[in-house]
Nanobody, 124 residues
Framework: QVQLVESGGGLVQAGGSLRLSCAASGRTFSINVMGWFRQAPGKERESVAAISWSGTSTDYADSVKGRFTISRDNAKNTVYLQMNSLKPEDTAVYYC?????????????????WGQGTQVTVSS
C-alpha cells in the first residue's frame, strides 16, 4: 500500500501564494504519475494538475494554468503544488493522488491512492 499525506494548506488573501506538499510512504516504488485534485463545497472533485514520474510531463486544468506549478522530488517521495495569484474560487479541499500507470490522468477513477486532503481558503 501507499500512504499520501498533504500539508501546507491554510487561509490566504486573494493574490497571495501557498505551497502544498504531499509526502508518500509505503510501496512508493509502485508510484508513477502523481496529481493534485480539489473539491469545493457542493461541487465534484476535479483535477488540478498532474506530473509524470520523471517530472518532464505535466498537465494543468485551464483554470490554473499560468498560476499553479506542480513539481516532484522522487528522492523525498514528495510532490508539490505551488499556487500563486490565488483567487477566491480556488477555495477547496486539495487532495494528492497517485497512480501506477505512466499516462497523465484527469479522472478520479484513474488514481489508486489518495491523501486525506488539506483545506485551502482564499479570502477576497
Amino acid at each position: 500500500q501507499v500512504q499520501l499525506v498533504e500539508s501546507g494548506g491554510g487561509l490566504v488573501q486573494a493574490g497571495g501564494s501557498l505551497r502544498l506538499s504531499c509526502a508518500a510512504s509505503g510501496r512508493t516504488f509502485s508510484i508513477n504519475v502523481m496529481g493534485w485534485f480539489r473539491q469545493a463545497p457542493g461541487k465534484e472533485r476535479e483535477s488540478v494538475a498532474a506530473i509524470s514520474w520523471s517530472g518532464t510531463s505535466t498537465d494543468y486544468a485551464d483554470s490554473v494554468k499560468g498560476r499553479f506549478t506542480i513539481s516532484r522530488d522522487n528522492a523525498k517521495n514528495t510532490v508539490y503544488l505551488q499556487m500563486n495569484s490565488l483567487k477566491p474560487e480556488d477555495t477547496a479541499v486539495y487532495y494528492c493522488a497517485a497512480r501506477d500507470y505512466a499516462s497523465l490522468g484527469r479522472l478520479n477513477s484513474e488514481y489508486r491512492y489518495w491523501g486525506q486532503g488539506t483545506q485551502v481558503t482564499v479570502s477576497s
